[in-house]
């Protein structure tokens, strides 16, 4: 209660103060603080009204006479008090960060229409071939495949590898397994992949933009040097240190891509000059 009313008092600020350099992301930003506020001021609600019936009723009110809904009710309270966790994403220390992976996800966005659509397929399928095996061959998964949300909440482990139930129908549950294992992850992971790949991508264009242009002319006068010069080089450099180089990585092949088309950039710009 007590960081439900401080988050209160600065969501209020915040709306007096008013957008500032923040710009359109501000309204952005007000909506997700309040999302994250809403649950913390229902469970006091919800609390105000417990205190509220134990006054009129002067005695403790168990857990079982309690409606289901409203047991319910509670869970529900308790599990979005968790959107509260969103908050740290909007932090000064890594804001950049994760502009710069939203970035990437956004870059991704016209393409990831099939394969996101692929996956749900996989996923509401998968879910309800669960459901259907383990009740009609009374497997002994029967009881965490009730219904298909149920079966949706499973099954979504099972598509990242992780198999947190093993035991299935046999002729059954056992073959939809075997065809997640061969066809369902790969064909799951095709989004992931597509949305590690745009991060990536913008990772490298933000070092990109963070690196002076002195060095990335450097890096690629270096990479114009003979193969031979790099091997006898790298080889000395090996010998004084003792220690093997590490291999160029994904991010340093782009930088030096990079760099030849800044050089390129600023030969042409020489000769025009």
């Known amino acids: 209660m007590v960081c439900t009313v401080i988050f209160c008092l600065e969501f209020a600020l915040m709306l007096v103060a008013g957008k500032g350099r923040q710009g359109s992301h501000w309204y952005l ?11 913390g001021i229902m469970e006091i609600y919800q609390m105000r009204t417990e205190w509220q019936r134990l006054h009129e009723l002067g005695e403790k009110i168990e857990k079982s006479d309690e409606d289901a809904w409203i047991q319910d009710w509670k869970i529900a309270i308790d599990a979005f008090q968790m959107i509260r ?31 996101t659509f692929l996956s749900l397929f ?17 497997g002994p998964s029967k009881d965490f495949f009730t219904s298909l949300p149920t079966g949706m909440y499973w099954t979504s482990s099972f598509l990242i590898g992780e198999w947190v139930l093993a035991d299935f129908s046999p002729g059954g ?5 075997i065809a997640i294992v061969l066809f369902g992850i790969m064909a799951f992971g095709i989004a992931t992949g597509i949305l590690m790949e745009a ?35 790298k ?4 010998g004084r240190s003792g ?9 340093s092949a782009q930088l030096r891509r990079a ?6 950039t600023k030969q042409m710009a020489e000769r025009e000059s």
């Open 243 to 251: 220690k093997p180089l590490a291999l160029p990585t994904g991010r």
């Open 173 to 177: 549950g056992n073959r939809v397994c």
């Open 235 to 238: 080889a000395s450099s090996e």
């Open 199 to 233: 991060v990536q991508q913008a990772i490298a264009v933000a070092m990109l933009e963070n690196t002076s242009f002195e060095d990335l002319a450097k890096m690629a006068e270096e990479d114009k040097a003979p193969r031979s010069q790099k091997a006898a080089d």
């Open 122 to 138: 996989i996923w509401v399928m998968s879910s309800a071939m669960f459901v259907w095996m383990e009740n009609v061959y009374d």
């Open 29 to 39: 930003f007000r909506f997700v603080d309040f999302i994250c506020i809403f649950p």
């Open 85 to 115: 966790v969103i908050r740290i994403l909007f932090w000064h220390q890594w804001r950049h960060e994760v502009q710069v992976v939203v970035d990437g996800i956004v870059s991704a966005g016209p393409i990831m229409v099939l394969p």
């Open 259 to 264: 760099a030849k088309v800044a050089a390129m």
